[in-house]
């Protein structure tokens, strides 16, 4: 299919004192970019007390964007992401920029300070999100690295350290790890003194061994989970495999930690699969632990540090300008990003 940049910007008269953005806009449900985002002139959010507003510099894509562009699985619709199109109309929530304004309320931030988190609507000039949602940004990284963190490397913190309790010497094997959420989980589990295999498609398997994983699998040409080899942690990400699979490459005392998942269809999900896990961990030997990451700032604080001294790199596969945005959620929706996709504003 012929790549389409998004429509040039719509002219929208400004009503009085309102100042205007460039934003890309999506109002209806689908699964073809192409025909949803639209690049327009949109007034810049505005901000309560309690927030900062943004400049952004750099918004980081993930799978949680297609999600939410498609609005599936269903069940997101009536938890209230909004009944026949996003309730939010600008995508986009990982971001990193520079402080415009702050509230009244707001203390420890000033304009002009560098930052990275999230908020609602990346995809734009300008966003608005609460001061707990951002923490400064890491200075040995870009604006573009650090829009690749706050998602993917807080996810990765708290699938390893919280769900799976990783320690020193443990093997765990990454299903997914050439993704944005994998790359990281490689790093993170090496960096906390485990033997890491890292699992992905053919063609990123050199992407996971630079990355510092000890073995590399391919798992379109070996199966993962014959019981050959046995894990004390799996971390699934985005994964359909069942759980019997899963729980044969586990030691009988291991931990599998699932975060996403693409299977299940369009009403539930991967929910299905994740509701059977939780069901059945109490009556097995193993841990089995689904989770949904929260954003909180002492995560981004932790992957800040952690990014400053070295330990974890983002690996940035594409950056698209704005008015690409179209491009690098296609990119990435289709399957082939390595590492994380970013969008440069």
């Known amino acids: 299919m012929a790549m389409k940049a998004a429509a040039r910007p719509r002219p929208v008269p400004a009503a009085a004192g309102q100042v205007m953005m460039q934003a890309i806009v999506q109002r209806r449900y689908g699964t073809a970019p192409e025909d949803l985002f639209r690049l327009e002139q949109i007034a810049r959010p505005a901000m309560n007390d309690d927030e900062v507003l943004i400049r952004v510099r750099a918004a980081g894509v993930d799978r949680g ?4 562009m498609a609005g599936t699985p269903h069940l997101m619709r009536i938890l209230g992401f909004g009944l026949r199109g ?6 986009g929530w990982a971001v990193a920029g520079t402080v415009e304004a702050v509230g009244t309320k707001v203390t420890g931030l000033e304009p002009g300070d ?3 988190g999230t908020c609602r609507g990346s995809f734009a000039q300008y966003a608005a999100t609460r001061a707990g949602r951002l923490a400064p940004k890491p200075a040995s990284l870009t604006f573009e690295q650090a829009a690749a963190m706050p998602g993917s490397a807080t996810t990765a913190l708290q699938a390893l350290r919280d769900k799976a309790k990783l320690r020193p010497g443990q093997h765990v094997l990454i299903i997914g790890a050439s993704g944005g959420v994998g790359t990281f989980a490689v790093q993170l589990a090496k960096a906390f003194g485990a033997e890491v295999t890292g699992a992905c498609r053919t063609g990123k398997t050199d992407l996971v061994r630079a990355l510092g994983a000890d073995h590399v699998l391919d798992y379109t040409r070996e199966d993962l989970t014959t019981g050959r080899h046995r894990y004390d942690v799996i971390i699934d990400i985005g994964g359909n495999r069942r759980l019997a699979h899963l729980r044969r490459a586990l030691t009988p ?3 599998l930690v699932i975060t996403g998942g693409e299977n299940g269809g369009a009403l539930l999900g991967g929910i299905g699969r994740n509701l059977h896990a939780q069901l059945l961990s109490p009556f097995v030997s193993q841990k089995l632990t689904v989770f949904i990451a929260r954003q909180r700032r002492a995560d981004l604080l932790t992957v800040r540090e952690l990014a400053d001294s070295g330990a974890v790199t983002p ?3 594409r950056s698209y300008p704005l008015s690409q945005a179209t491009a690098a959620v296609r990119h990435l929706a289709d399957g082939h990003a390595r590492g994380k996709v970013v969008i440069s504003i």
């Open 315 to 317: 690996a940035i596969d």
């Open 86 to 91: 996003p309730k939010s109309p600008v995508p």
């Open 253 to 255: 005392k291991g931990t």
């Open 114 to 116: 560098e930052v990275f």
């Open 65 to 68: 964007t297609v999600h939410l």
